[in-house]
DNA sequence: GAGCCTCGAGTTCC
DNA sequence: CTCGAGGCTC
């Protein structure tokens, strides 16, 4: 008799892994390779079920090759996924002078530091390239990983092991060392490999990112080793020791151990000295010979970065300081409406084709009618209120190197006929009318999921990566399944192989693009997706302000799904017990909690999440597990002036343990931090009995 | 009630 | 990536 995967221990998960691990793997090697299973599907699908659920509870215990790794994957893209050990984060953006002076305040609010005081960071250029990161065991390079959407990559480390700037055994680093870095393409051999391309009539690279992008991503490393790629060293992931105390001693291992690191890199003592190096960067920029975008700023000192921690997406502690983008003319063709999930009705600028910043670009969101009038949300001028029209001249430029967006408008070009653009009072796709409401930006489409563009786009969002995430299930195939009526809401998806079953493989071979094992793929990454965690199922019904975040807020709350419906279900009239404590959760206003109520009470909505439930097993969610934190799961609050740290970094190391943070005193908190100066809260919780440390005392129960 | 910060939703191109 | 809106802090 097996026992509750929550109820092990943690030596028993261990032990069980072991012995599952090898077993899977024997089968799937049985499946896959000798086209001849030695156990039956539901065997297999139950020992999978249980390897999952265990490393769920235990991530640490994570095998090397977890089958977890392996999900789908190897077919559709080649290459085998990657999770991060240390998440490869993205960098905030500074466009000009002044949002280098604000990240410095926000540094210096931050840590306390005040405005006298020095404070050095490292200036270095941003390579445009793609990231990696190369892990490194006792000195062998073991692993090389792209950085894909920063959690999980892909696995390159046959085309990495091809690059000559990338070591393959360096020494006197740390037993476990990830270096992350970027790989680029030169110009010389951009053109170079161009030239190539076109003799052998292959296709032209546009850029040198995507050179060195489509060169390390090649299925066949032999194609890679062709190619010239380099490595800019310039950070690190996990380590078993730290390299240094400060992020230039750092970079100057990573050259000891044998990597190329950027020779502009350079340690400035405030702001003034980060722009002069800017400056002096894109001076030499065109001299270079690859390509830059601008230049990172670090924290220097690695006890502050550490101090500072990170945000959802990004560090606190670094920012990229972009050069100015390319800009190009066009015309305006067309401008179309497209219609998303909420209904929202999206203007979008049709262009005559233009190169910009070494991408043709072809289409610009124009966000909403204001945006189209000139006009911010407040009324106020924008391209000093030069209206967009179809037939305008325009200058465009791709916001942060990425996203096409109309800069200003040619009024000397504008035909005389030319009239201002209507936006549309109903929607396109359905008919119904399109409101928008007081105080809004957006028009929003009133049909429901009677509008087929609202009820395709919200199947999109329930089988997208972050939310059901079905392998072989992509936007493409969701829009030909509901326009052939196969699916036209999620349950649909999971009695898509009962209702056609081998007909229905029948039916999917038929079609382009689709053959027996793609078919197979889709009905067993359908049938894996049964098992879904609460926070995932949250995020995927696309309720109104519930995003991913919230939705794992919501699930770390209640834990379970009987518990979080119920909760819904009694909060239906918005108000009593239910209602009240949802409102309490740190994260849920007034707004969220009430989609989140109506749409479980909703006759429409509320049927077709039962229908969808019924085929789930809706895996619990627990709070992160903090090792040996002594404050998870306790409200805390912090009173008067602290003197170590300031309040948003003691809430945010508070939080990362695993405590919530509280504003007010109640019956309902666990620990008073008081500082001198504290006054009513101090007092309050003397009356109510709840433990008051000092600073010190706090400090020291975290340590 | 204003002002910050974070999140959600929508978007492009490879 | 950006903008707008929601939530929280001061």
Redo the contacts with the bound molecule.
Sequence with gaps: MEIEVDLLTKEQAKAELQRLVPALAAADIAYHQKDSPEISDAEYDALKRRYLAIEARFPDLKHEDSPSQKVGAPVASGFSKVKHAVAMM??G?A?DDEDVFEFDD?IR?FLNIPAGKSLSYTAEPKIDGLSLSLRYESGRLVQAATRGDGETGENVTENALTVRDIPKEISGAPEVLEVRGEVYMSHDDFAQLNVDQLANEDKLF?NPR?AAAGSLRQLDSGITKTRALHFFAYAWGELSAPLATTQAAAIDHLTEFGFSTNPLTKTCVNTGELLEHFRDIEAKRALLGYDIDGVVYKVNDLGLQERLGY???TPRWAI?HKFPAEMASTVIEDIEI?V?????L?P?ARLKPVTVGG???????L??E??IAGR??NGQPIREGRDIRIGDWVTVYR???????VKDVDISRRAKDSKPYEFPKKCPECGSDAIREE????SRCTGGLICPAQAV?KLKHFVSRTAFNIEGLGAKQVETFYADGWVQEPADIFTLPVRYGDGSLQQLKNREGWGAKSAEKLFSAIKERQNIPLNRLIFGL??????????MTLARHYGSWPNFSSAMENARDHSGADWDALNA?????????AALVDYFHQEQTRAALDRLVQHLRIETVRPPSVEGSKVVGKTIVFTGTLEKVT?AEAKAKAESLGAK???SVSAKTDIVVAGPGAGSKRKKAEELGVEVLSEDEWISLIA
């Design positions: 993205s960098l953006n466009f926000r609010k546009a995507n945000r959802t997406n990229a497209q998303g999930r909420t209904g929202a999206s979008v991408v043709v670009v072809s289409n610009a969101t966000h909403n204001d945006y911010d949300s916001a942060g190197d990425v996203i096409p967006k105080g809004e930006a957006v786009e696309g309720i109104r302000h519930v995003g991913e975040s919230s939705a959760i740190d994260g849920v206003g007034a707004v969220m909690a309040r943070v509280s504003g």
